[in-house]
């Protein structure tokens, strides 16, 4: 086998791809401890059914409270439902913003508040779209191997970097075993 053959081919696709996964933050661990999650009051919209709409129904929320003229704060989903376990249209989720307590919100927006409690946490940095299908596997991975599973419901938090040069930090809490 020619490697010159192969080598334009690399250098204008897989390259570039690798390059862009990289960057998304594909190749990134992903630190899991427990700790203790919240409290956090957050403003949300409740969603029945495919967790991959629920990024459109966080942009309906930020829409809701800029004209609301309420500050937005970091990105928050309360997910209810294992998607290993309950199908596509019974899976229940909120999705919204972390808010300062007291603050008031017009419907449909609804105000909910997390208390401390404990957690285990997995954290990454990467980007949004990628981040759940690393954090996740390696939750499962580290609590099979302690005999349990993912458990219900989970908290995922998204904190942006500020900065096009780096990705920001997705957390996962989900309850302590």
Do not use: C, H
């Amino acid at each position: 086998m020619n490697i010159k053959k192969f080598l334009p081919f690399l250098l204008a696709f897989v390259l570039p791809i690798l390059a862009i996964y990289a960057w998304w933050g594909g190749f990134s661990s992903v630190d899991i401890q427990e700790g203790v999650g919240g409290p956090y009051t957050y403003v949300y919209l409740e969603q029945q059914g495919d967790y991959s709409k629920l990024p459109d129904l966080a942009e309906e929320v930020r829409g809701l409270l800029k004209e609301s003229r309420v500050a937005v704060g970091q990105p928050i989903t309360v997910l209810y439902s294992n998607p290993d376990l309950v199908d596509v249209g019974k899976r229940r989720a909120r999705t919204g913003y972390l808010i300062t307590p007291g603050t008031r919100v017009r419907a449909p927006l609804q105000i909910d508040a997390l208390p401390a409690r404990p957690v285990l946490r997995a954290r990454l940095r990467a980007g949004l779209l990628i981040a759940p299908s690393r954090a996740y596997p390696a939750l499962d991975r580290y609590l099979q191997s302690r005999g349990g599973g993912i458990r219900m419901p989970s908290v995922e938090i998204y904190q942006p970097s500020g900065s096009p040069l780096r990705m920001g930090l997705f957390t996962v809490e989900m309850p302590r075993p």
